[in-house]
């Protein structure tokens, strides 16, 4: 049984990265967006990544998204959030999907 716990904790962390952001951090938040046929909306083509935002911890895995200027919050674990590594954003844009990019 030891054995066996030994191997498969070593094929897990074999490509597991240790990812800690700092609070205040900005960061690309997973999106899940469902596709609409009524609507002619494909998620396939949405885009996957939305942000940049601000978070703040709430413990070792999980961090608070403020979206836009802090009226909505959202609990996020890190497995959905991505390292924003764009120059420093003067205004966040307002609500989801904000993006910040240029094309």
């Given at each position: 049984m030891v054995n066996a716990h030994t191997k498969q904790a070593r094929y897990y962390n074999a490509r597991r990265k240790f990812v800690q952001f700092q609070e205040g951090d900005l960061v690309w938040v997973r999106a899940h967006p469902?596709?609409?046929?009524?609507?002619?909306?494909s998620s396939k083509l949405a885009p996957k990544w939305e942000g940049p935002v601000k978070i703040k911890k709430l413990g070792p895995v999980n961090y608070l998204v403020e979206w836009g200027s802090g009226e909505k919050m959202d609990n996020v674990n890190v497995v959905n959030l991505k390292q924003y590594f764009g120059g420093e954003i003067s205004k966040l844009a307002s609500g989801r999907g904000g993006g910040g990019g240029t094309l």
């Open positions: 469902v596709s609409k046929a009524d609507t002619f909306f």
